[in-house]
């Protein structure tokens, strides 16, 4: 079992720039699908981004252009760079694991972290 470590949450105005931060407990989990999701309360989970394990990013329309995903695999982290922000971007954001996939990523996910709140102001 894998256990992910999310930070780099806030409170921003509209506009602002995040970076978050995942860390990841075993190395081996650097080499599968690995993404971010996120959920606001009283919708449904949406899925932010992926890479895969030769680094192929994907990204929701929703956030493409603004949000970028990246992973240092010397350091067992994974990054969501999130730039001009708006308030439809204030949710939890989750790191997230699927194990079972190294290529072809979905956003379905064996394991995810605690989370980390983002809050957009106007």
Request: one cysteine or more.
């Given at each position: ?7 780099g949450?806030g ?24 993404g ?22 994907r990204?929701a ?5 603004r ?22 971007d ?5 790191c ?17 972290g ?6 957009v102001?106007?």
């Open positions: 079992q894998v256990q992910l470590v999310e930070s949450g409170s921003v105005q509209a506009g602002g720039s995040l970076t978050l931060s995942c860390a990841v407990s075993k190395s081996t989990y650097m080499s599968v699908c690995m971010w999701f996120r959920q606001a309360p009283g919708k449904e989970r949406e899925g932010v981004a992926t890479i895969d394990s030769d680094g192929l990013t990204a329309d929703s956030v493409k252009g949000f970028t995903i990246s992973k240092d695999n010397g350091k067992n982290t994974l990054y969501l760079q999130m730039n001009s922000l708006k308030p439809e204030t949710a939890m954001y989750y997230a694991s699927d194990p079972s996939r190294r290529r072809y990523c979905t956003n379905w996910y064996t394991y995810r605690q989370g980390t709140q983002v809050t102001s106007s």
